[in-house]
C-alpha cells in the first residue's frame, strides 16, 4: 500500500452487517419548503381523489376530456424532471415516481372536483368533507414523515 492509500483509508471500517450505511433520525430541517407544500397539496389531492373515486365507481370516467389529463400528467412530468438537481437516471426515475403518484392525484382530483360541482351535498351533509380532508392531510402528512424516516437517509448516504 502507499502512503496516499494509508493517509485516505478510515481507521474504523466498517461492520459487516451495515454494510457501510449508517441511518439516522432525520432532523427537523430535513423537511423543506417544498416538501411540506407538496404534503399540504397531497392532503387536498387525496381528499378531491376520494370523491373522484366514489364519482368514478358511481357514474364513470369523463369530468374532461381525455387529452386533459395527459397534459396535466406531462406538465407534472416536466417540472419535476427539470427541478432536479441533477440530469442523470436518478431525475428521471425520480420524475416519474412523482408523476404516477401525483399525476394519479391529479386525475381522481379532477373527477372529484367535478363530482363536487355537481353535487355538493356529497361533502356538506354531516360536514363529511371536514373529516375527510382531515383525514387525508393526516394520511400525507404521514407518507410524508415515512420518506424523511426511509428514504431520505437511504439516497444521502448512498452519495
Do not use: C, H
Request: aromatic share 12%.
Amino acid at each position: 500500500m502507499s502512503e496516499d492509500e494509508i493517509e485516505g483509508s478510515d481507521s474504523n471500517p466498517p461492520d459487516d452487517a451495515s454494510d457501510g450505511i449508517e441511518f439516522t433520525t432525520p432532523a427537523v430541517d430535513d423537511a423543506s419548503g417544498y416538501g411540506l407544500s407538496m404534503t399540504l397539496l397531497g392532503g387536498v389531492l387525496l381528499a378531491l381523489a376520494y370523491y373522484g373515486y366514489l364519482a368514478v365507481s358511481t357514474v364513470g370516467f369523463g369530468a374532461v376530456p381525455e387529452p386533459f389529463y395527459v397534459l396535466a400528467l406531462a406538465l407534472l412530468f416536466v417540472v419535476e424532471l427539470f427541478r432536479s438537481p441533477g440530469y442523470d437516471g436518478e431525475a428521471l426515475v425520480r420524475a416519474v415516481a412523482f408523476t404516477a403518484v401525483y399525476g394519479g392525484l391529479v386525475v381522481f382530483a379532477i373527477k372529484g372536483g367535478a363530482y363536487l360541482f355537481e353535487r355538493p351535498e356529497a361533502a356538506l351533509e354531516g360536514f363529511v368533507g371536514v373529516t375527510v380532508l382531515a383525514v387525508s392531510i393526516v394520511v400525507a402528512a404521514l407518507a410524508y414523515f415515512l420518506f424523511l424516516a426511509v428514504l431520505k437517509p437511504s439516497l444521502s448516504d448512498e452519495r
